[in-house]
Protein backbone atom coordinates (compact mmCIF):
# COMPACT_ATOMS: atom_id res chain seq x y z
CA UNK A 1 0.00 0.00 0.00
CA UNK A 2 1.70 3.48 -0.95
CA UNK A 3 0.90 6.00 1.95
CA UNK A 4 -0.41 9.50 1.49
CA UNK A 5 2.42 11.90 2.77
CA UNK A 6 1.70 14.18 5.81
CA UNK A 7 -0.03 17.00 5.34
CA UNK A 8 1.13 20.70 5.88
CA UNK A 9 0.83 22.87 8.56
CA UNK A 10 -0.99 25.08 5.65
CA UNK A 11 -3.44 22.36 4.63
CA UNK A 12 -4.29 21.53 8.20
CA UNK A 13 -5.76 25.19 9.13
CA UNK A 14 -8.02 25.10 5.86
CA UNK A 15 -11.02 25.92 7.66
CA UNK A 16 -13.28 22.62 8.18
CA UNK A 17 -17.57 23.34 9.28
CA UNK A 18 -18.62 21.40 11.98
CA UNK A 19 -22.24 20.65 13.77
CA UNK A 20 -22.55 19.91 17.38
CA UNK A 21 -25.94 18.70 17.74
CA UNK A 22 -26.79 18.83 21.80
CA UNK A 23 -29.95 18.68 23.47
CA UNK A 24 -29.70 21.41 26.30
CA UNK A 25 -29.34 25.18 26.21
CA UNK A 26 -25.17 25.92 26.89
CA UNK A 27 -25.68 26.26 31.06
CA UNK A 28 -22.11 25.45 32.68
CA UNK A 29 -23.81 24.10 35.48
CA UNK A 30 -25.97 21.45 33.74
CA UNK A 31 -24.13 17.83 32.45
CA UNK A 32 -22.26 17.94 29.73
CA UNK A 33 -22.11 21.37 28.73
CA UNK A 34 -18.40 21.87 29.94
CA UNK A 35 -17.43 19.87 27.22
CA UNK A 36 -19.91 21.00 24.49
CA UNK A 37 -18.35 24.71 25.68
CA UNK A 38 -14.69 22.84 25.10
CA UNK A 39 -15.49 22.06 22.14
CA UNK A 40 -16.05 25.81 21.24
CA UNK A 41 -12.98 27.13 22.75
CA UNK A 42 -10.64 24.64 20.80
CA UNK A 43 -12.57 25.04 17.91
CA UNK A 44 -12.06 28.93 17.88
CA UNK A 45 -8.62 28.67 18.80
CA UNK A 46 -7.95 25.91 15.75
CA UNK A 47 -10.20 28.27 13.08
CA UNK A 48 -12.64 26.04 12.63
CA UNK A 49 -16.62 27.48 12.12
CA UNK A 50 -18.24 25.36 14.65
CA UNK A 51 -22.28 25.50 15.45
CA UNK A 52 -23.76 24.07 18.62
CA UNK A 53 -27.88 23.01 17.85
CA UNK A 54 -30.61 21.46 19.20
CA UNK A 55 -31.68 18.54 17.25
CA UNK A 56 -35.20 20.08 18.68
CA UNK A 57 -35.02 23.17 16.53
CA UNK A 58 -34.29 21.25 13.11
CA UNK A 59 -37.31 20.79 10.44
CA UNK A 60 -37.34 17.97 8.58
CA UNK A 61 -38.63 17.41 5.45
CA UNK A 62 -38.16 14.07 3.30
CA UNK A 63 -39.32 14.01 -0.74
CA UNK A 64 -37.58 12.75 -3.52
CA UNK A 65 -37.20 16.36 -5.17
CA UNK A 66 -35.27 17.84 -2.35
CA UNK A 67 -31.11 18.13 -2.50
CA UNK A 68 -29.46 19.21 0.42
CA UNK A 69 -31.95 20.48 3.22
CA UNK A 70 -31.04 21.69 6.39
CA UNK A 71 -34.14 23.98 8.16
CA UNK A 72 -33.18 25.19 11.18
CA UNK A 73 -35.21 27.94 13.49
CA UNK A 74 -36.60 29.22 9.98
CA UNK A 75 -33.17 29.32 8.49
CA UNK A 76 -31.25 27.51 6.34
CA UNK A 77 -27.98 26.23 7.11
CA UNK A 78 -25.34 25.33 4.77
CA UNK A 79 -23.83 21.67 4.79
CA UNK A 80 -21.32 20.85 7.37
CA UNK A 81 -18.09 18.79 6.95
CA UNK A 82 -19.01 16.83 9.82
CA UNK A 83 -21.73 16.37 12.85
CA UNK A 84 -20.60 15.51 16.19
CA UNK A 85 -23.34 14.27 18.36
CA UNK A 86 -23.19 14.93 22.05
CA UNK A 87 -26.42 13.35 23.20
CA UNK A 88 -25.18 9.83 24.40
CA UNK A 89 -27.38 7.74 26.28
CA UNK A 90 -30.49 10.47 26.11
CA UNK A 91 -30.22 9.94 22.42
CA UNK A 92 -34.11 9.93 21.94
CA UNK A 93 -36.19 9.05 18.77
CA UNK A 94 -36.49 12.48 17.19
CA UNK A 95 -32.40 13.13 17.93
CA UNK A 96 -32.16 10.15 16.07
CA UNK A 97 -34.04 11.17 13.09
CA UNK A 98 -32.41 13.80 12.83
CA UNK A 99 -28.83 12.04 12.69
CA UNK A 100 -30.08 9.85 10.06
CA UNK A 101 -31.60 12.56 7.92
CA UNK A 102 -27.73 14.29 7.31
CA UNK A 103 -26.08 10.99 7.42
CA UNK A 104 -28.09 9.94 4.42
CA UNK A 105 -27.02 13.51 2.70
CA UNK A 106 -23.70 12.64 2.75
CA UNK A 107 -22.58 14.80 6.37
CA UNK A 108 -19.99 12.89 7.62
CA UNK A 109 -20.78 11.53 11.48
CA UNK A 110 -19.34 10.93 14.83
CA UNK A 111 -20.49 8.69 15.53
CA UNK A 112 -23.38 7.12 13.21
CA UNK A 113 -26.50 6.89 14.67
CA UNK A 114 -27.15 3.16 14.69
CA UNK A 115 -23.88 3.21 16.94
CA UNK A 116 -25.34 6.00 19.12
CA UNK A 117 -28.62 3.93 19.44
CA UNK A 118 -27.17 0.51 19.68
CA UNK A 119 -24.61 1.60 22.71
CA UNK A 120 -27.33 4.06 24.58
CA UNK A 121 -28.74 0.14 25.76
CA UNK A 122 -26.92 -1.08 27.88
CA UNK A 123 -27.59 -4.35 27.38
CA UNK A 124 -27.61 -4.31 23.77
CA UNK A 125 -23.77 -2.91 24.39
CA UNK A 126 -23.29 -6.14 26.47
CA UNK A 127 -24.91 -8.67 23.58
CA UNK A 128 -22.81 -6.97 21.04
CA UNK A 129 -19.76 -7.58 22.45
CA UNK A 130 -20.45 -11.09 23.69
CA UNK A 131 -21.03 -11.89 20.34
CA UNK A 132 -17.63 -11.46 19.37
CA UNK A 133 -16.03 -13.08 22.95
CA UNK A 134 -15.19 -10.17 24.41
CA UNK A 135 -15.59 -10.89 28.54
CA UNK A 136 -18.21 -8.91 30.47
CA UNK A 137 -19.64 -9.01 33.83
CA UNK A 138 -22.28 -11.89 33.85
CA UNK A 139 -26.04 -9.91 33.23
CA UNK A 140 -29.75 -10.44 33.50
CA UNK A 141 -32.24 -8.70 32.38
CA UNK A 142 -34.58 -7.78 34.59
CA UNK A 143 -38.23 -9.23 34.78
CA UNK A 144 -41.08 -8.96 37.13
CA UNK A 145 -41.90 -10.07 39.77
CA UNK A 146 -38.18 -10.67 40.18
CA UNK A 147 -36.92 -14.09 40.42
CA UNK A 148 -34.38 -13.54 43.48
CA UNK A 149 -33.23 -17.29 43.32
CA UNK A 150 -32.43 -16.49 39.70
CA UNK A 151 -30.30 -13.91 40.26
CA UNK A 152 -28.13 -15.53 43.42
CA UNK A 153 -27.64 -18.53 41.57
CA UNK A 154 -26.65 -17.09 38.48
CA UNK A 155 -24.84 -13.72 40.02
CA UNK A 156 -24.69 -14.23 43.54
CA UNK A 157 -24.56 -11.22 46.06
CA UNK A 158 -23.11 -8.78 46.03
CA UNK A 159 -24.61 -8.25 42.93
CA UNK A 160 -25.14 -4.55 41.01
CA UNK A 161 -28.44 -3.32 39.92
CA UNK A 162 -28.39 -0.52 36.78
CA UNK A 163 -31.26 1.05 35.01
CA UNK A 164 -30.68 0.37 30.93
CA UNK A 165 -30.03 4.29 29.71
CA UNK A 166 -28.27 5.62 32.70
CA UNK A 167 -25.28 8.21 32.73
CA UNK A 168 -22.83 9.53 34.56
CA UNK A 169 -23.32 6.93 37.31
CA UNK A 170 -26.75 7.18 38.12
CA UNK A 171 -29.07 4.55 38.13
CA UNK A 172 -26.68 2.51 39.63
CA UNK A 173 -27.25 0.38 43.20
CA UNK A 174 -24.68 -1.99 44.71
CA UNK A 175 -26.98 -4.70 46.94
CA UNK A 176 -24.88 -6.63 49.34
CA UNK A 177 -26.78 -9.29 50.43
CA UNK A 178 -29.62 -10.90 50.04
CA UNK A 179 -32.26 -8.88 52.51
CA UNK A 180 -30.80 -5.78 50.49
CA UNK A 181 -31.69 -7.17 47.40
CA UNK A 182 -35.22 -8.53 48.77
CA UNK A 183 -35.96 -4.41 49.64
CA UNK A 184 -35.28 -3.58 46.27
CA UNK A 185 -36.86 -6.54 44.31
CA UNK A 186 -39.92 -5.34 45.76
CA UNK A 187 -39.40 -1.73 44.94
CA UNK A 188 -38.56 -2.84 41.69
CA UNK A 189 -41.50 -4.83 40.93
CA UNK A 190 -43.64 -1.46 41.46
CA UNK A 191 -42.09 0.66 38.82
CA UNK A 192 -43.47 2.16 36.10
CA UNK A 193 -43.89 0.29 32.79
CA UNK A 194 -40.62 1.02 30.57
CA UNK A 195 -38.48 1.42 33.69
CA UNK A 196 -35.75 -1.15 32.28
CA UNK A 197 -33.26 -2.60 34.68
CA UNK A 198 -29.86 -4.90 34.54
CA UNK A 199 -28.70 -7.15 37.08
CA UNK A 200 -24.48 -7.60 36.62
CA UNK A 201 -22.47 -9.71 38.48
CA UNK A 202 -19.83 -7.54 41.29
CA UNK A 203 -16.47 -7.91 39.98
CA UNK A 204 -14.81 -7.38 43.60
CA UNK A 205 -11.47 -6.97 42.16
CA UNK A 206 -12.20 -3.62 40.52
CA UNK A 207 -14.37 -2.28 43.17
CA UNK A 208 -13.91 1.38 43.64
CA UNK A 209 -12.17 1.72 40.58
CA UNK A 210 -11.90 1.19 36.77
CA UNK A 211 -10.15 2.62 33.66
CA UNK A 212 -11.39 4.92 30.98
CA UNK A 213 -10.19 4.77 27.32
CA UNK A 214 -10.56 7.32 25.03
CA UNK A 215 -10.53 5.97 21.47
CA UNK A 216 -10.43 8.38 18.39
CA UNK A 217 -10.11 7.26 15.32
CA UNK A 218 -9.14 3.17 16.21
CA UNK A 219 -6.77 4.62 18.91
CA UNK A 220 -6.38 5.21 22.26
CA UNK A 221 -5.43 8.77 23.03
CA UNK A 222 -6.18 9.44 26.60
CA UNK A 223 -6.74 7.25 29.68
CA UNK A 224 -7.22 7.61 33.34
CA UNK A 225 -7.93 5.27 36.23
CA UNK A 226 -10.91 6.33 38.26
CA UNK A 227 -11.07 5.77 42.03
CA UNK A 228 -14.07 6.31 44.38
CA UNK A 229 -12.33 8.71 47.39
CA UNK A 230 -14.82 7.15 50.36
CA UNK A 231 -14.16 3.07 49.53
CA UNK A 232 -17.37 3.43 47.81
CA UNK A 233 -18.38 1.00 44.78
CA UNK A 234 -18.84 4.02 42.35
CA UNK A 235 -15.42 5.76 40.90
CA UNK A 236 -17.30 8.04 38.66
CA UNK A 237 -15.98 11.68 38.14
CA UNK A 238 -19.08 12.68 38.19
CA UNK A 239 -19.85 11.46 41.34
CA UNK A 240 -16.79 12.94 43.16
CA UNK A 241 -14.27 10.08 42.26
CA UNK A 242 -10.29 10.62 41.66
CA UNK A 243 -9.10 10.61 37.81
CA UNK A 244 -5.58 9.43 37.83
CA UNK A 245 -3.20 9.69 34.78
CA UNK A 246 -3.01 5.83 33.67
CA UNK A 247 -0.63 3.85 31.16
CA UNK A 248 -2.60 0.74 30.31
CA UNK A 249 -1.17 -2.22 29.26
CA UNK A 250 -1.00 -3.19 25.56
CA UNK A 251 -3.90 -5.97 26.19
CA UNK A 252 -5.72 -3.05 27.63
CA UNK A 253 -5.07 -0.83 24.95
CA UNK A 254 -6.31 -3.70 22.21
CA UNK A 255 -9.48 -4.42 24.14
CA UNK A 256 -10.50 -0.84 23.83
CA UNK A 257 -9.85 -0.50 20.48
CA UNK A 258 -11.40 -3.71 19.55
CA UNK A 259 -14.52 -2.59 21.42
CA UNK A 260 -14.69 0.70 19.40
CA UNK A 261 -14.76 -1.33 16.30
CA UNK A 262 -16.77 -4.04 17.48
CA UNK A 263 -19.80 -1.05 18.24
CA UNK A 264 -18.81 0.83 15.22
CA UNK A 265 -18.12 4.22 17.42
CA UNK A 266 -14.88 6.51 15.95
CA UNK A 267 -15.20 8.51 18.86
CA UNK A 268 -15.95 6.33 22.32
CA UNK A 269 -15.10 6.29 26.16
CA UNK A 270 -14.73 2.38 27.29
CA UNK A 271 -14.82 1.65 30.79
CA UNK A 272 -12.92 -1.59 31.64
CA UNK A 273 -13.33 -3.21 34.90
CA UNK A 274 -10.29 -4.98 36.50
CA UNK A 275 -10.64 -8.25 37.38
CA UNK A 276 -8.33 -11.15 38.48
CA UNK A 277 -7.39 -12.63 35.52
CA UNK A 278 -7.58 -10.08 33.11
CA UNK A 279 -9.91 -7.39 32.07
CA UNK A 280 -14.18 -7.23 31.74
CA UNK A 281 -15.79 -4.29 29.66
CA UNK A 282 -18.22 -2.72 31.80
CA UNK A 283 -19.73 -0.08 29.31
CA UNK A 284 -19.28 2.14 26.20
CA UNK A 285 -20.02 6.03 25.67
CA UNK A 286 -20.13 6.92 22.26
CA UNK A 287 -20.75 10.64 23.93
CA UNK A 288 -17.98 10.42 27.05
CA UNK A 289 -17.34 13.35 29.45
CA UNK A 290 -13.65 13.84 29.03
CA UNK A 291 -13.21 16.72 32.31
CA UNK A 292 -11.48 14.68 34.44
CA UNK A 293 -9.86 12.66 32.07
CA UNK A 294 -8.35 15.94 30.12
CA UNK A 295 -7.22 17.27 33.47
CA UNK A 296 -5.61 13.62 34.76
CA UNK A 297 -3.57 13.57 31.57
CA UNK A 298 -3.26 17.43 30.45
CA UNK A 299 -4.66 16.73 27.11
CA UNK A 300 -7.01 18.70 24.99
CA UNK A 301 -9.06 15.95 23.66
CA UNK A 302 -11.28 18.35 21.32
CA UNK A 303 -7.96 19.07 19.39
CA UNK A 304 -7.28 15.04 18.98
CA UNK A 305 -10.62 14.80 17.58
CA UNK A 306 -10.65 17.84 15.36
CA UNK A 307 -7.06 16.75 13.97
CA UNK A 308 -8.67 13.36 13.51
CA UNK A 309 -11.37 14.81 11.32
CA UNK A 310 -8.89 16.94 9.77
CA UNK A 311 -7.56 14.15 8.41
CA UNK A 312 -10.57 12.33 7.74
CA UNK A 313 -11.34 15.36 5.32
CA UNK A 314 -7.97 16.18 4.01
CA UNK A 315 -6.66 13.43 1.61
CA UNK A 316 -7.87 15.39 -1.25
CA UNK A 317 -6.44 18.97 -3.00
CA UNK A 318 -3.09 19.37 -1.46
CA UNK A 319 -2.05 16.11 0.28
CA UNK A 320 -3.51 14.26 -2.91
CA UNK A 321 -1.53 16.80 -5.19
CA UNK A 322 1.47 15.91 -3.29
CA UNK A 323 1.13 12.09 -3.25
CA UNK A 324 0.69 12.25 -6.87
CA UNK A 325 3.92 14.48 -7.08
CA UNK A 326 5.93 12.26 -5.00
CA UNK A 327 4.43 9.04 -7.30
CA UNK A 328 5.34 10.58 -10.67
CA UNK A 329 8.97 11.48 -9.84
CA UNK A 330 9.56 7.38 -8.94
CA UNK A 331 8.23 6.51 -11.73
CA UNK A 332 10.30 9.21 -13.67
CA UNK A 333 13.58 7.89 -12.06
CA UNK A 334 12.73 4.51 -12.64
CA UNK A 335 11.39 4.35 -15.92
CA UNK A 336 12.40 7.32 -17.56
CA UNK A 337 9.74 10.72 -18.39
CA UNK A 338 6.40 9.86 -17.91
CA UNK A 339 4.56 9.39 -21.68
CA UNK A 340 7.99 8.78 -22.98
CA UNK A 341 8.48 5.58 -25.18
CA UNK A 342 11.44 4.37 -24.84
Known amino acids: MIKLPAMSARETKQRMRIWIIFHRDLDPAKPEVPEVLRFQETAQRMGIELEVLRPQ ?121 RSQFDDLASLLDGAKPGADFIFQRYIRASHGRDARLLVVGGRVVAAMERRARDGGFKSNVSLGGEALRFDPPAEMVDLAVRVAAILNLDVAGIDILFDEHGYRVCEANSAPGFQGLERACAIDIPEKIFIWLQRRRMPRAGALKRWWSSLSGGLRGGYGALGSRG
Open 57 to 177: DFDLIVGTERGWDASHRFRMLDKPDFIIARTGAETHYFTLAVLRHFERQGVGMVNAPAAIEAVADKLHTMQLLTAEGIAIPRTILAKFPVDVDLIERELGFPVVVKTLKGTRGGGVVLCRD
